[in-house]
């Protein structure tokens, strides 16, 4: 059974850094992309980084020169680290699963894929 946990979330301070985890299991985690997105209170879900199973990367704008996202596949697990987090970053983090990382975000969305629950990120002094 596919199942993606998120984890690591929490307080952080304005300008702070946190690292988050996605564990994977029940797939060829080795042979499929990781792409991350988060939902803010009263907002849709974004997009903001892709890494390809040759953990080659794809940062949109909202996540570039602040977020680096690397992978263990011996561990099936990827891990995003965010720098610099503003009070804009505060939202609910996910992690999901997909063949490769397609040039649009719309693409790195799995339908056969479940939405975990997330990890929740606060950013306030």
């Known amino acids: 059974q596919l199942q993606l946990v998120e984890s690591g979330g929490g307080l952080v301070q304005p300008g702070g850094s946190m690292t988050l985890s996605c564990a994977a299991s029940?797939?060829?985690?080795?042979?499929?992309?990781m792409a991350w997105f988060r939902q803010a209170p009263g907002k849709e879900r974004e997009a903001l980084s892709c890494i390809n199973a040759r953990a080659g990367t794809n940062y949109l704008s909202n996540a570039k020169g602040r977020f680096t996202t690397s992978r263990d596949n011996a561990k099936g697990m990827v891990y995003p680290k965010m720098t610099s987090l503003q009070t804009e970053d505060a939202a609910v983090y996910y992690c999901?699963?997909?063949?490769?990382?397609?040039?649009?975000?719309?693409?790195?969305?799995?339908?056969?894929?479940?939405w975990g629950q997330g990890t929740q990120v606060t950013v306030s002094s």
């Open positions: 029940g797939f060829p985690f080795d042979k499929y992309a």
């Open positions: 999901t699963a997909n063949v490769e990382c397609r040039a649009s975000p719309i693409g790195w969305i799995n339908p056969e894929i479940s």
